[in-house]
């Protein structure tokens, strides 16, 4: 007997309740309590950081930070976006299933603020990243009582207060002021992948609305506001989610800071030492600040301090770095015969000063010149959709972008004869104000672009045996040669496996192993970058996961640099190996130009039904090898030249096999003997 579930309770009549259907009744509930507590352990399985108090560590300060969470049990090691000394407490000796624990942080006074990022690690896997702020100003908890006017938590400002969402109940904080005083308010929450949608309302001390804000043209939900107090008295600041919500984490800073939106100009060359103003709408006065920037910046963007020359606080922007020159538009240039004169490659930078604005760049350009031309915008704060053009030396528009669902939006372009060509730069919504700022790179020549393909960025693998394999994506511009893999800041110990990118290929699949002698626990985060000569000079992309983390952190509208390419491994314990490949000594015979070597699959775990990835390495120059499959046989073929000299080498098996998620590598080592051609036994008898 079938019974579809639960439709058979609900047509039940007074008295229909039999055995069997009691049976079936129990064996669901029974089976939907099983999936629960199975969908439980797979939620816990790893160690869960789900928010630090307070919030936020401060630079040239050591902070004690608790951590929450889930299973934060030893052996546990933490690791931090930026440069910090991490020192762990020793929780209860034997506890497991701990949910809080407590280190002590503490920065070097050069740390920039911003937003950063932790993990934790340990044997049962890795954490996903939890962010946290990199603050200048103190931290306070909110108190849990403050759902009243009457009630509402004192502050003495400039003051930034962690605090948790409560439905339908606000919270409410009372700073008092004089007239004249500047009283600025920002909330962290979607910036920092919190479930909740901000909403903040100013009140005087009656309890009536002086301003209100929700989202920021340039934040997106997390809501900002600024406001010139004029009677001496006590103030109200209420906070609360748009939807109700429960739980949510926000982190509310108070102070006299300017509300600023994005630098001037957006870009920096690195090495360089420059000057950057500050656009917004609240930007007026807000100090410039003349910068060098380092030689080198791994995640390709900086922060940026803002300040009032008489404040006591600040708040922070973030600016794109890179080797490009910096040039920035010289008004007015609103039409073509105005343009700015630029000489490639290079970045322009520039503002939409009020609606309907337009800029336009003059530039020269060879015939077959590849000119590559990618606009940062709103990922860095400002709103500006911006649309790009490219017109030839008469006037002709000859290329445009391609309005799409991207956040900012590029442009390829081919020149077709030599001459003088010009950009055209405007708001898709033709809109203008102190926030519109834009950069634009224009890079020429050949180039790619690597993003990894996967839904996974963290991996906990094995000790010594332990790996995984991650499917890279080659998006190529006119280059069509090898890419060599390997590790941005290599890590101790990682070994990486079939890591050249053949060419005019444009996906390839890569193989990272756990160094050979880890400890369970052990926490690493790594990235991979991609390196090639194109057109005589050194090229490098970083291996992307933007889109990952996208995907994964749906509340950040726009995550910052640092969080592009990172992989997070830990490695647990031993585990037993669930297959083998034996192999014997290899005689490769020089005339015949190639040997079949025939290897068999042996699976050690029964329920191991994959197949395994076949490598090989250290091959003498010249070499070449393939593999082929069947079942549980598998086909090396190595293939040589017939003059290669007689002699004997090593060469190196590797292996790879995924089971239950969990990766394992097998490396061996092969004598291969290169040999002459062996006569048979009936030959060398007669």
């Keep these: 007997m079938e019974f579809p579930p639960f439709t058979w309770l609900i047509s039940l009549r007074p008295g229909q309740f039999c055995m069997s259907r009691f049976v079936w009744f129990i064996v669901l509930v029974v089976s939907v309590l099983v999936v629960s507590v199975l969908a439980c352990d797979q939620v816990v399985a790893q160690p869960v950081l789900s928010k630090t108090m307070p919030g936020a560590v401060q630079p040239g300060k050591s902070v004690e930070l608790t951590l929450q969470g889930e299973k934060l049990d030893d052996p546990l090691q933490i690791w931090t976006s930026f440069p910090a000394t991490v020192e762990l407490m020793a929780g209860p000796e034997g506890q497991t299933d701990q949910t809080t624990r407590t280190c002590q942080v503490t920065l070097g006074a050069d740390v920039a603020p911003g937003i950063g990022g932790m993990v934790v690690g340990s044997v049962a896997g890795v954490s996903e990243v939890l962010l946290l702020l990199i603050d200048d100003l103190n931290s306070v908890a909110d108190n849990g009582g403050n759902h009243s006017l009457e009630n509402a938590q004192q502050l003495s400002f400039p003051i930034a207060i962690d605090g948790i969402s409560e439905g339908p109940q606000f919270d409410y904080y009372k700073v008092a002021c004089t007239a004249g ?79 600023v939106s994005v630098p001037y100009p957006l870009g920096g060359r690195l090495g360089s030492t420059a000057r950057f103003e ?149 708001d898709l919504l033709h809109r203008g104000g102190p926030a519109h700022v834009y950069r634009v790179s224009i890079e020429s020549g050949n180039g790619f672009s690597l993003a990894a393909d996967t839904e996974k960025v963290s991996f906990a693998t094995p000790v010594n045996t332990g790996a995984f394999a991650l499917t890279v994506k080659c998006e190529r511009r006119g280059f069509e040669g090898p890419i060599q893999l390997a590790l941005d800041d290599p890590a101790p110990g990682y070994r990486l496996f079939n890591h050249k990118i053949p060419e005019k290929a444009t996906e390839h699949r890569v193989i990272v192993g756990v160094p050979e002698h880890s400890q369970p626990g052990d926490l690493h985060v790594i990235r991979l970058i991609g390196s090639a000569t194109v057109s005589g000079r050194p090229y490098t992309s970083l291996v992307h996961t933007s889109a990952v983390v996208r995907a994964r952190r749906p509340q950040i509208v726009f995550p910052v640099g640092w969080m592009n390419g990172i992989l997070r491994v830990s490695t647990t314990s031993a585990a037993e190996p669930f297959y083998a490949i034996p192999a014997a000594p290899v005689k490769f015979e020089r005339q015949s130009g190639k040997v079949d070597v025939a290897l068999t699959l042996e699976r050690k775990n029964e329920e191991f039904k994959e197949g395994i990835t076949l490598l090989t390495e250290g091959l003498p120059d010249g070499f070449t090898s393939e593999v082929k499959s069947e079942k549980e046989s598998y086909t090396l073929t190595i293939n040589g030249p017939q003059d290669v000299a007689l002699g004997e080498h090593t060469i190196r098996l590797i292996s790879y096999g995924e089971f239950n998620g969990t990766g394992a590598l097998l490396v061996q080592d092969v004598p291969l003997e290169i040999t002459d051609v062996v006569e048979s036994t009936e030959v060398a008898e007669q």
């Design 278 to 426: 500050f656009a917004g709408a609240g930007a007026d006065g807000a100090l410039p600040v003349l910068m060098r920037i380092p030689d080198a910046v791994r995640s390709g963007e900086l922060a940026v301090n803002a300040r009032f020359s008489d404040g006591n606080s600040s708040t922070t922007v973030r600016m794109i770095v890179g080797n490009l020159p910096e040039e920035i538009e010289i008004e007015a240039n609103n039409e073509r015969e105005l343009a700015t004169s630029v000489t490639l490659p290079c970045a322009v930078n520039g503002r939409f000063a009020q609606e309907g604005d337009r800029d336009y760049f003059r530039f020269p350009a060879t015939k077959d010149q590849r000119l590559l031309f990618r606009a940062v915008s709103r990922s860095l704060g400002s709103p500006s959709m911006v649309v790009l053009r490219v017109h030839d030396g008469e006037g002709k528009q000859v290329a445009e972008t391609s309005v799409s669902e991207a956040d900012e939006w590029t442009l390829e372009y081919t020149v077709p004869v030599e001459g003088m060509y010009f950009l055209e730069v405007f």
């Design 181 to 259: 005083q500047r009283l600025s308010v920002e909330v962290f929450a979607s910036r920092i992948a919190a479930e909740m949608d901000p909403v903040l309302r100013l009140l005087d001390s009656d309890g009536n609305e002086i301003l209100m804000v929700d989202d920021d043209e340039g934040l997106g939900p997390d809501g900002r506001f600024s406001h010139l107090i004029t009677a001496d008295g006590e103030y109200l600041i209420e906070v609360r989610d748009n939807q109700y919500r429960k739980s949510g984490r926000y982190r509310m800073r108070v102070g006299d800071f300017p509300i």
